[in-house]
């Protein structure tokens, strides 16, 4: 049953008219608690934003209107070492994560608690989606919710009952992802254009937005230059200096 769940997925973007409750939302961050955490540190913080003003800034910044003004409960992932700083203080002490380890600790928190909200919130029937556009405007984001340093805003989640679903996307082959003892890149010859078949087929027969694309070529064309390079200065002003 969970496995189906799991293998059900698929991105929503367009939901019904109704409103999250805060108990529903806090029912669902209470799930994402219990994600696996590095050393029980728990560097994650989520913003349920409610404020029609800020949702709109947020829209605006973002650059996904239709995401933020539309869903159910819109919620903002943060890597979050504010807490723990607190923490430490009540002892005397101060804690070091400007280092890259800390920082990939913290991401890894964040992803790992998002995901469990999500899998919460399709267990119950709702649809939801990751914003990634967050980090079009991480600065202003981050002033707009009042994030102190050591916060930093890593992506949205939209939540919502789902007005329209669309077919679940095919992912890699299991083999291509799928390696044992050790990796084998050599498959790669074969198994892709195989999936790029596989993707053509999809995107000329989804029920929605349909176009002649492939993986190759997207994911060729997506990585060909550097994606949001103002991250990492922005995150060294947070406190994550990489060193």
Known sequence: MVIELLMSHASVRDYEEKELDRDTVGRLVRAGQHAASSHFVQAYTVIHVTDPAKRKALAELSKNPKQFLGAGAVLIFCMDFRRLQKAAELHGEAINFSNAEALLVGVTDTALFAQNVAVA????GYGICYIGGVR?????????????????????????????????????????VLHENEYDERKYDELLPEYDRTMRDYYASRSANTKEDDWTSSMARFLHNPRRVYMKDFLEKRGFRFE
């Open 121 to 124: 919130a399709e267990s119950e």
């Open 136 to 176: 079009n405007a991480p600065q202003e984001i981050s002033e707009l919710l009042s994030l102190p340093d050591g916060v930093a805003p890593m992506y949205g989640m939209t939540i919502g009952i789902p007005a329209v679903r669309h077919e679940v996307k095919p992912r890699l082959p299991l083999e291509a």
